[in-house]
């Protein structure tokens, strides 16, 4: 069945670095991917999506491209601010969402 | 001018009791989803609608029940409360065209607490 694997549970950063949040999916076609944001205390927010092959989202400096070899749609940031920390979902829309289990990214001033 | 309110926001409920989760969305959408969020779950979807009087089965249906009595509110029942059902609760809602395919919506999670 149609499911998405977020490696790492919670990546820890100093500000300015460079962040990869690793996202990989499993789904036959062309399935919609999403990359979530949720904030202490809130709910999940869109971040952007994508639905074709070699596709970029953007949202916020954040960016991923969609890869059908690989099938993978990783998460990345060129310089993080202690601003976004928070916990990341990828997700996978085909007959309906699927999301995968979060990863929690702090980063340090 | 937030579109999808929750209430309450949080509640605590003795084991057995029925409690009820409200969700109303002001985004005109046909969708909307009940999710439940543990530590080290992520999000899983419990109950979701596309048509107002119809609800459908996620993947964690059991020991919760759905209502849909109009486009813009959809509740949540848990009718035997007990202490596996403590966690945050999510509202979801988004456009019609496939429940997969369109941008979701939360609102602001309700923490419920079964003592």
């Known amino acids: 069945g149609d499911s998405v694997t977020q490696t790492e549970g919670q990546v820890a950063l100093s500000e300015e670095d460079f962040l990869t949040i690793h996202c990989n999916y499993s789904?036959?076609?062309?399935?919609?991917l999403f990359w979530y944001v949720q904030y202490p205390g809130e709910g999940p927010q869109f971040l952007f999506r994508?639905?074709?092959?070699?596709e970029k989202g953007s949202s916020r400096g954040f960016e991923a491209t969609y890869d059908k070899g690989t099938t993978s749609f990783h998460l990345r940031k060129a310089s993080v601010q202690e601003s976004d920390s928070a916990v990341y979902y990828c997700?996978?829309?085909?007959?309906?969402?699927?999301f995968g289990d979060g990863t929690q990214l702090v980063v340090k001033p | 001018e937030a579109a999808v309110t929750q209430s309450p926001r949080s509640k605590v409920a003795v084991t057995g009791g029925k409690v009820t989760l409200s969700c109303h969305q002001t985004?005109?959408?046909?969708?909307m989803y009940w999710y439940r969020q543990d530590t080290g779950h992520g999000l899983r979807l419990i109950h979701y609608?596309?048509?107002?009087?119809?609800?459908e089965k996620g993947d964690i249906p059991d020991g919760y029940k759905a209502s849909r009595p109009s486009q813009e509110n959809f509740s949540l029942i848990l009718e035997l409360a007990s202490l596996s059902q403590t966690a945050v609760y999510f509202c979801?809602?988004?456009?019609?065209?496939?429940?997969?395919?369109?941008?979701?919506?939360f609102g602001p999670g309700t923490r419920l607490l079964v003592l």
């Open positions: 979801a809602s988004s456009e019609g065209g496939g429940a997969g395919q369109d941008t979701q919506y």
């Open positions: 789904a036959s076609g062309y399935p919609a």
């Open positions: 994508a639905s074709r092959d070699k």
């Open positions: 997700a996978l829309g085909g007959n309906r969402i699927f």
């Open positions: 985004n005109n959408h046909d969708y």
């Open positions: 609608s596309y048509v107002a009087d119809s609800t």
